[in-house]
């Protein structure tokens, strides 16, 4: 057997060669960042294009896939290469180690898909921006700190979320400059903590794993 003939036997063969074909971009690799480019990689997604200018830390291991002690130090987009090759070795990833802002050059009519997965909200209203411009379909994360249910997480647009305070400030500026994307956000209240902000090994991870099924169901309809 192949190492995708079980996803096969639940989608079909059609399905892993659209998959095979599909070029996705995944903007932000913390904690669901990574979790996004673990489930397309072990679904046979052929390329990727990863954007993260940061390096791993210690305060990384509690919930990003790709925080292990041995890449501490690393950097993320070296990181994720790695993994994705190890995972499977026909995969193409292609690596940006900067920050994702105005000015980075990047033509995202390339992609069949694109995930935010950051955390800055200019980041994020650029990628839906750059999407909705070039007609791509695009789906971002709304916030996972703070966070204890994973239960709590869903899939909509972003005019229909609620609770979360950033996707407010998303979906403000989103109804301003006439933009649209899909989301998943949570809506627990956000848990009270001191000055540390606070994660579970858990939530940001569902939550790009929601991000990802979203993506890979879509991409073998085409």
């Given amino acids: 057997m192949s190492q995708f003939d079980r996803f096969i036997a639940i989608v079909g063969e059609e399905a892993i060669n659209r998959l095979n074909k599909a070029h996705v971009l995944v903007v932000g ?6 979790a996004v480019v673990e489930v397309l990689a072990r679904s046979g997604v052929g390329t990727l294009t990863v954007i993260d ?3 791993f830390e210690e305060t990384n291991l509690n919930r ?4 292990l002690h041995s890449t501490l130090g690393m950097k993320k987009v070296d990181a994720c290469k790695l993994r994705c090759k190890d995972i499977n070795p026909n995969i193409k990833v292609n690596k940006i180690g900067t920050k ?9 009519s390339q992609f069949s898909y ?3 997965a950051v955390d800055d909200v200019n980041a994020k209203i650029e990628i839906i ?7 791509i379909r695009v789906i971002s994360c709304m916030g996972t700190a703070k966070k204890f249910d ?20 998303v979906r403000k500026k989103c109804r301003e400059l006439g933009l649209n994307c899909e989301c998943v956000f949570s809506v627990e209240p956000p848990q009270k903590s001191n000055d540390v902000l606070g994660s579970t090994a858990y939530v940001p991870n569902v939550a790009g794993i929601m991000l990802a099924k979203r993506v890979i169901e879509e991409l073998i309809k085409d």
């Fill in 150 to 169: 994973p239960l709590a997480l869903r899939v909509a647009p972003i005019s229909a979320t609620s609770v979360c305070p950033l996707a407010s400030i």
């Fill in 114 to 116: 694109i995930v935010d």
């Fill in 29 to 34: 690799l913390g904690g669901v960042g990574g």
């Fill in 100 to 108: 994702f802002s105005s000015i980075t050059e990047l033509d995202f």
């Fill in 129 to 135: 921006k750059r999407a909705n411009e070039c007609n």
């Fill in 53 to 55: 200018d940061d390096t």
């Fill in 64 to 67: 990003q896939i790709l925080a």
